[in-house]
């Protein structure tokens, strides 16, 4: 099973609320990553856990704050979005090998900012 | 600083051609080699990967890829391809550089249209 779920599937907020998106997986990895992906765009990543700790930031505003309360669950946390956060977020897994280390992509939270 | 080129952005063919996409990398140390598919609607779905041995790499649905190191290349090929083949198509290489963790530089996406 390869399978990374993401929730909600698509969201809707306004400039002022507070939401979050939320990621799992029960495949043991303990990589996981956000990445956001715009209309036609590859994906860019944003942060990184390793073992549920913050390996990588990607320079990201701090509106978008990260959470990983335990090795198959990773939170995005979204405050005081823009309009241009409007994208689609992607959560990925790995196992961490070290050497032929694949990521496994969930299907994404559509995530539109008013 | 690595990247990934992707030259092709948009591919329109005919059902039962045979499709080559090209993806080249700039990075001189060892590296992980992907293809990613991306489907109408659909989330990033891993094709084929490389790591090390056979250059050839046989994926999902027919398709293949192959490295070739003195090209810092790694092309995606398929011999006939299938109106469901209609999707976007990333090449992704990961620098082996980071051991706690995989930082993948995804290529700009080709959109591959099959004409039924």
């Known amino acids: 099973d390869t399978e990374v779920t993401q929730t909600p599937k698509h969201l809707v907020m306004g400039m002022t609320n507070k939401k979050s998106l939320k990621c799992e997986q029960h495949?043991?990895?303990?990589?996981m990553y956000w990445y956001k992906q715009k209309a036609k765009k590859p994906p860019e990543l944003m942060f990184v856990?390793?073992?549920?700790?913050?390996?990588i930031n990607e320079s990201v505003p701090s509106r978008f704050s990260p959470e990983c309360p335990n090795s198959s669950l990773l939170n995005l946390h979204l405050h005081a979005l823009q309009p241009e956060d409007s994208a689609l977020y992607l959560c990925?897994?790995?196992?961490?090998?070290?050497?032929?280390?694949?990521?496994?992509f969930g299907p994404g939270t559509r995530l539109t900012v008013l | 600083a690595q990247s990934v080129s992707q030259h092709n952005h948009h591919v329109i063919l005919s059902e039962a051609a045979s499709l080559e996409l090209g993806c080249n990398y700039s990075?001189?140390?060892?590296?992980?080699l992907f293809w990613y598919v991306q489907y109408p609607g659909q989330h990033l779905q891993l094709l084929l990967k490389y790591f090390s041995g056979d250059p050839l790499v046989k994926g999902i649905k027919g398709f293949e890829a192959e490295f070739i190191k003195s090209k810092f290349s790694f092309n995606l090929r398929k011999p006939s391809v299938q109106w469901s083949d209609t999707a976007e198509y990333f090449c992704?290489?990961?620098?082996?550089?980071?051991?706690?963790?995989?930082?993948?530089?995804f290529g700009s996406g080709t959109r591959l249209s099959i004409r039924p």
């Open positions: 990075y001189g140390g060892t590296v992980n």
């Open positions: 990925a897994s790995s196992q961490v090998s070290g050497v032929g280390d694949t990521q496994y």
């Open positions: 992704a290489v990961r620098s082996t550089r980071y051991s706690s963790a995989s930082k993948i530089i």
């Open positions: 856990y390793s073992y549920e700790k913050l390996s």
């Open positions: 495949m043991g990895h303990r990589a």
